[in-house]
């Protein structure tokens, strides 16, 4: 390179990794199958194509031109970003869109570019931008935001999430622009041409408008202009004048350009406040000064609201008016057909559509003639649209159709009648902020719009907005502080740099500038670093200037919009010129002459640099004149992490002026062309800081020996003379600003200018650094004149605290060794000698070479200035830390907010955890630390504080790791950075996190756990948050069920049940199995009937038949069970439809497997048999559907069969989603749908199950559909509709449901009459009317329900009382209210009088009153259930009702129910236990009945009171009540008793076995199941379909949801269990007479999840595990603990106090229940998965039930055999930490080259064998640590003593623990015998050698120089350890000591430990008879 180029490169750095760039979509669209569509493109006139933002359209040939070669392309690009946290995963992400094409790629340096996504939309794309919408949450306030694309076209947006959503959102207007904001788009509005030229006074249109999600609606923006003339009033954005050039997130702000004034204004964009939202929205009282005029409210909104192609590019011309082409706005193709007519008498034309399609006007302009109608007369509310899409603007005027054009001066009331609208409300609000001032007397012309406006900030941190001036070749940089306040920001100042182009480099905070000239030049911020050499482009100014005229004129360009595509033309005529001189006030002189042109060469010798863009991190794009792009990127500041970190700290201590010159200095020589490698980084750094300190560097030896691999950059380098001629000002300027120059201002004048000196200025002292041959000078100076001198004491400091900082790093150690070679160099020479001390102790191999230091003259040292916060003594973390631990006071240390993290969260932990100060960490920080502030350069400011030694009682231990391991975690402290932390510093904060641990609070973070190594914690954390994820079970654990093997099998509807827990729960049998053979109903049933003799082969097919119709009775009562034993057990996949299992009623006959059928017309099959059962088949299936699913509308809606015969599946299918919660996600359209439909069936369901889903929500819509179906709740008016009967059954069931608990009123006294509901005339009530009573007495029991007396504001209705008369009869009293019409004419059919009839009311009136009082132990009202107590009222009761009484009077005596067989047997009444007298008349059948009756009554109501809780007392009780009546039961067969007394025998059978399930509800009692099965095999004549259904629900509740889920007793469940296990069964599949069959199916409501499955956190499979459940006591029982082996259901939360997860195999872990039950309802809710660890050395309980091979059952005997008996290869068995594993593997096993190093073994599997046992493996490199220091030492190769302070920590904290006394050994993580050993061995290697070497410290001690020589290494091992301070002058006060108590008089005020000062004691006492009698000491005391 010649030696000319060199002139230019002085300070020049070098762009590296230069490559050609092309976009990369530019070459996908070449292969895009929708290549550009020529045709389309032809069509379009220029103006369209070029999206013109600048004040003119492009107009002229050359564009023209041009448009025919290029197509319209335009890119961007930005810094890709990943959820992944590591910085590798750096890359670009490249928009590009052209023609209709968007194609999203990304690519980085290692990677090649790939397409991410691609876009292909149907016009040409105006505009493709990345923007974020947030979208709100439904939950909580916090937003989501959605990353999207967003792609512009003509007339809509798309927009395009990362998730997958797309959206299409219509655009109302034209948009000239988009703009991506924080809070979503920013759309500016087109404006027409005529609208800028006229601007009547009448309010504008708004012209911006912001969109904040794709689905809300396009919203105007309202401003807040700053100004005190306008008492910035709020108002519409209407200024059409207003552009905005720039957007920006972060800060939220907005640039935008006046055209009419020329200045740029920032706002800040915010939401808008309520008060601006109304003062805009109101109507205004005078027209003219409203902030959006008068009538834009009707024209705009009906515009906006409307998708309109008013100003379609076919419509109008360049200039906007319309051309009459036939597409021109009115007619077109908008549902609104109006235009305005503009001319300057503003008259307005409407057209009613009819007319004509097309106005031949001059002046027709669309939006402009509405945005300046200023007719007075329209006064509307402000904007909006109810009426959306429809309003037409052309309701004929009132004079008719006289013509198109209403007269000039009618008003536009007249024309236009304007509907009523709605407004649309503003969302977002611009409030101004800074405006360019306008320099007075300036032309208007000076200035223009900015064509790029960027942010940037440089290197101290300041930040400045820039906009550049292309005109003018001007950058104006504001600069910008935030406020406290966020939203405002304070713009000090502007600068002006010239440049023809820039763009920010955002990673390395700096900004590249391309000159007029057009070299590139680097700025960080407003400072100018230094010029960019970028290989191959040579500067301009060499290859143009000899071609092009020199014009004297200043050249101003043409004006032309800044758009990214016209960029290459717009720049023609500005790029070549050699130096526009800008800020001439003269005129301008355009040249706009073909003759300019003309002059140019196009065809220069080298390229030069057009533009720039593009810039991404440090990348940048340059475009070249030739048309070729090239991708550059800026070098950073720093490589190295130490000298960064350096240059951090010398950032944050310097002003900031002096700190910006030596970055500026720093950059320049590090970056210089062929700049240094890596690894020189440092030697160059040491290099320029000292020279900039005034060091010579070339004269200290190990400076100068600092290698490095080439001379000296030329930057350091001196500068050859120039030739005169070449030089330019700005050389000078470098020069100037190369001196610190305001320190030289006031520095003595002789030494600035006597430069002979050698070693004033630094080009003449830096040229020693060539010439390594110039002799040292004697005297080694400092030159006082460097920029930096002044601040050494300070800088020094800062490293000082930065070196200590890397000391508590185990990474950046090794670093902290370069750097004391520095530190060691600057306290020499400030004469610091305790810090060169202390560099010597940590460093004694290295510090002890040098020597050499420099003088600084006393006069100069004045000059320094000594900042405050510098001590004398140097501030050592280690012994700071020591200290803590030992108990001593210490001042606070001192760290640097920012730089030294790591000290700070050290020095704070041991304040909180060490000392106990609990408010370490919030209000005691400065008693700890001391921060570091810049300012600090003047005298002391605060005197400094001692710490108080009345530190606050220490708090537990335990609350105190807890504290500190929650801090920690709030700080982001991870187990990595733990890692990093030396072993002895790290340890306290081991042992907290051990405690932890150990007891965990059961409510951290997911964090904390990770930090204390619980993942059982952090994976039950993690799934609190992810709740709303999809069932939780797919995310982390496989309890999918597993594929079923045969694929022929038959879908029988019960694979879905988890067998993976099932297998845990009842792992000895195959109990699953079996009931799903039970429960199944899809495979043909088996016929077994023998074919006697004597039958023939007919009759013998009719007894087949018969038989199999027997078997369908059982069968089609399955489902019903089948129902709860699948429940929730399934996740439907959102694309399949739900798969019904099929109700299969054919049967199979034995011998030849012929199929037998009930529709061959042998027998009589009663009529719609199948119905209810199919129903009850289609709820079976829709219950599988877990509550978690996701599941919508659609699915709903798919799921409907095509078939009519499955109607009633779908209807159970309906009523099942409605019991899990899913029917409230249809549509309100579908549900009316099915319901007109008229198909009784689905009604049922639907109303039944919606009222379910919205259960005690008095759901107002709900309310009027169940309203409609229930006559009594309809207007006595009404019209009478046909509801079928079962349809108002279910309606009421529904009221109960949607009031229930709620004491409704007015549904409660409707209801009450509705129980005794008479007969009416006709057919009307008369059928069934059993079950509509019931219904209504249900409902009345759940709208009331457990409200006992207190019914607020009931009591006139008397309720119990009017009960009570339902219930045993008596006169009817007359109809109350509103239906008293109804019930005037009497039945036809029935006659019942004026009685009530209590056949009918009975069981209504009964349930009701138990519901009412439920559990409220109102004795009164149970008095009244009491059965009769003489014979002859036992005759008036059904026995039935005695069953009712007695449950109901059961459960209101709620407290009173016992689980033993006395309390059953105590319901029964006195007379019916005596002795008969035989004499009496008594029907022994009816006592028996009753009896039976009134047991089973009880048994059901002890059944409820023990649901879900397995009682065995309970069971025992029912079980041994059940064995009897089946005793009973098998006499009863043989006897020849009646039908009926086996019918009641049956019925209390069922009943008990109802109350026993119920009690054993999901653990699968195996009795249980026995008697259902004993019961299923039973299918005589006299079991029929209503006996079957009560034994398969029976089954299904004992195995409810698959054993995952139990009962529970809340009221509501009582309620539900109630309706549901009514006792009277249904005889057969078609009678509802006494109660709805689909009821049975509420009992889900009582269903409650309370399984726990322990899963093991590593291998995710469930597993056994302990628990332990302590119960909260209760009148009947204290408090209680029980062991249970999970996984096992839990009982009810709120009877337990605490859940506890028990050792010894796995990690404790414990639910305190006291507290909140939240968090484990939580879990239950998700599959009950609850996460275990297992403790390393366990196995689990299936893998060793008994606990025998686990590594601690050998060591029980002996304590110490353990270590002996410990085999390193058995480790696998007991631990699966892979770390452990290979740790045994390959340190633990003898192999050939370690023979000879057995006792190392032994060590090693010692240690493994410690960690492993005390269960902290991460101890194991700790102790290896320690091993590792104790034997360096010994040998007696350590070169630096760090190991010692590390061990010396060690030792404190074991001490600290001992002092406390023997009770916290168990506490401390160093357990073994393993400590004492190690310190004993350290001990003897330190005292043999201070025996032998005891001169060695007593020269230190004297403070004379040390040899170089392994004594001194010791000697700094000895100091250390022993917590020797600095002795300098020490030894003079400890020399003359004559006894023992002299020198501990002395020494204690150095502080040295008692226990260190007798190591001490036979140097100082020096004589022989003190040696001995010392020698007596137990040196080896602790």
Known sequence: MSEVVYEETATMIAAGELQSFVPFGREHCRNHPNAFNLQLRELQPASELWASDGAAGLVGSLQEVSLQEREREFWQLRKGCKGVKEEDMEFEEELYAAGNVVVWSQGSRAQASSVYKAFTVDSPVQQALWCNFAAPHKKNDEEEVELTVCIVQSSCVNVHTMTGKDFISPLPFQVSHVWATKFGLLMERKNTANDAQFSPPGEPLPTVFSMLHPLDEIAPVVCKPAGLFEGSRVQYVSDSAMKIVFTCCQPSIVVSYDTVQGIHSVWTLRKVTHDERSTVLRCPAEPVGTPLGLMASGFLTSHLRNVSRLDSPGGTGPSGHSLGTGTSAVGSSSPLHYSALHSHQSRIVTSSPGIHSRVHSP???????????????????????????????????????????????????????????????????????????????????????????????????????????????????????????????????????????????????????????????????????????????????????????????????????????????????????????????????????????????????????????????????LELSIGTMLRISIPEIATSDLVRKCLEAIRFILPKEAAMKVLVKWYNIYNAPGGPSAHTEWSLFVTCFMTLMGYNTERLTWTRNLHFEMPLSPVIAAKKARPSDGGSDEDWDYLMGSHYHRQMNFLPVATSLDASDGNSTLTSETEGLCTASSPPSPSLKLDSSAPLFPHIPALFYVLHLLYQELQLDELQRARASSLVCLLQQLARDLQLEEYVDLYWRDYPSIISGFTESCLIDQALIGQMQRPSFMRPEPPCVFSWLSSCLRGEESPPFPYLPGICQRTRLLVVSYALYVIGDENATSTDVSKYLAKLSAGQKSSATEPQIRRQSSVKAMSSSENLAEQLVVWLTSQGFTLKDLESVPFGVALPIREAIYRCREQPCSDWSEEVCLLIGRQDLTKQAHKMTLAKSKASVSSGLSLEPPATTEPDEEEDGMSDIVQEVTGLIWSQDLRIQEVRRLLQSSRPVRVSVVQLPEVSDHEYIEEKENKLLQLCQRTMALPVGRGLFTLFSYHPVPTEPLPVPKLNLTGRALPRNTVVDLNSGNIDVPPNMTSWPSFHNGVAAGLKIAPASQVDSAWIAYNKPKSPELANEYAGFLMALGLNGHLTKLATLNIHDYLTKGHEMTSIGLLLGVSSAKLGTMDMSITRLLGIHIPALLPPTSTELDVPHNVQVAAVIGIGLVYQGTGHRHNAEVLLSEIGRPPGPEMEYCTDRESYSLAAGLALGMVCLGHGSNLIGMTDLNVPEQLYQYMVGGHRRAQAGANRERHKSPSYQIKEGDTINVDVTCPGATLALAMIYLKTNNRSIADWLKPPDTLFLLDFIKPEFLLLRTLARCIIMWDEI??????????????????????????????????????????????????????????????????????????????????????????????????????MSGTGNLKVLQLCRFFHKRTGGEMNYGFHMAHHMALGLLFLGGGRYTLSTSNSAIAALLCALYPHFPAHSTDNRYHLQALRHLAVLAAEPRLLVPVDVDSLKPCYALLEVTYKETKWYDETTVELMAPTLLPELQLLKRVKVKGPRYWELSVDLSKETQHLKSILSRDGVLYVKLRAGQLPYKDDPQGWKSLLATTVNHRNSGVKAFKPEAISTFTSEPALVSFAELFCKTSEGMKHREDTLVLFSAMLYECVTQECPEMLPTYIAIEQAVSALRRGDLLQTFPLWQLRLVVELWDSRMQRGPANRRDTLLTSEFLPVMKNAVDATLDSWLKENSSVLGTYMKGEALSKDTQSIMLACFLVYRSIPYLKNAHTQLEGCSSLGDLLLRSSQLGIPLRDLLRLVPVFLGSASGQHTLLGFPLQAF
């Open 1458 to 1559: 016992l689980p033993n067989t006395i309390w059953v047997k105590s319901n029964i009444p006195q007379i019916m236990r005596g002795t008969f007298d035989p004499s009496e008349d008594i029907n022994m059948e009816t006592m028996a009945q009753a009896q039976d009756y009134i047991t089973a009554g009880a048994c059901l109501a002890l059944g409820l009171r023990f649901a879900g809780s397995a009682n065995s007392d309970a069971f025992d009780c029912l079980y041994s009540l059940a064995r009897t009546h089946m005793t009973i039961m098998s006499f009863a067969g043989t006897a020849a008793v009646g039908a009926h007394t086996f019918y009641n025998l049956q019925t209390c059978l069922s009943m008990i076995l109802l109350a026993m399930s119920m009690v």
């Open 363 to 621: 002046s027709i302009s669309n939006m402009a003639a509405l945005s300046r109608a200023h007719s007075p007369g329209m006064a509307a509310p402000s904007f909006s649209g109810v009426a959306r899409f429809n309003t037409s603007l052309h309701s004929p005027s009132p004079r008719g159709h006289h013509g198109l054009l209403a007269s000039p001066n009618s008003t536009i009331n007249e024309t236009v009648l304007v509907p009523e609208m709605e407004p649309i409300i503003p969302d977002l609000c611009m409030e101004q902020l800074w405006s360019e001032a306008v320099t007075a007397g300036s032309n208007r012309e000076m200035s223009s719009q900015a064509s790029k406006v960027f942010l940037t900030s440089d290197l101290c941190e300041n930040h400045y907005l820039c906009f550049l001036v292309e005109s003018h070749q001007q950058l104006r940089c504001v600069k910008f502080i935030e406020s406290n306040d966020t939203s405002q920001l304070i713009f000090p100042s502007v600068t002006t740099i010239s440049a023809k182009d820039a763009e920010p480099l955002q990673s390395i905070d700096a900004m590249l500038v391309l000159e007029a000239c057009g070299s590139l030049v680097l700025y960080t911020g407003i400072t100018r670093v230094s010029k960019v050499f970028v290989p191959g482009l040579l500067s301009p100014s060499f290859s143009l200037t000899n071609h092009l005229p020199h014009r004297s004129t200043p050249v101003e360009t043409v004006s032309t919009p800044s758009n990214a595509g016209s960029r290459h033309l717009q720049r023609l005529d500005e790029d070549a010129m050699p130096s526009p001189v800008t800020g001439l006030k003269g005129p301008n002189i355009k040249h706009h002459d073909a003759s300019f042109l003309e002059d140019y060469t196009f065809q220069p010798a080298t390229p030069y640099i057009n533009a720039l863009r593009d810039p991404v991190c440090n990348r940048v794009t």
